[in-house]
């Protein structure tokens, strides 16, 4: 069974930076295609970024571009995303996914950016 455990969400001062990380229980980590998204109360889940199975391809939404960064080591089985210069409107649960044949999604971890 595949799981994926977020962690290192919280309260950060508008401006901060935070590191989340996704860890993955499955062997064939270095198989799977992982991204990050989020969902605001209220709003549907987006996509936030997305890095290929090697870490050689990256890609980002608009809103975020610049300011946050997706990696992955494969040896640790766990993909992170860096966010620095948080803003209010990045306030949301985030959550990782995994894809290769099927998809698999993380429980989520609160990210919070509030003064």
């Known amino acids: 069974q595949v799981q994926l455990v977020e962690s290192g969400g919280g309260l950060v001062q508008p401006g901060g930076s935070l590191r989340l990380s996704c860890a993955a229980s499955m062997s064939t980590f270095s198989s799977y295609a992982m991204s990050w998204h989020r969902q605001a109360p209220g709003k549907e889940r987006e996509f936030i970024a997305t890095i290929s199975s090697s870490g050689g391809y990256t890609n980002y939404a608009d809103s975020v571009k610049g300011r946050f960064t997706i990696s992955r080591d494969n040896a640790k089985n766990t993909v992170y995303l860096q966010m620095n210069s948080l803003k209010p409107e990045d306030t949301a649960v985030y959550y990782c996914?995994?894809?290769?044949?099927?998809?698999?999604w993380g429980q989520g971890t609160q990210v919070t950016v509030s003064s």
């Open positions: 996914k995994a894809r290769l044949v099927r998809i698999y």
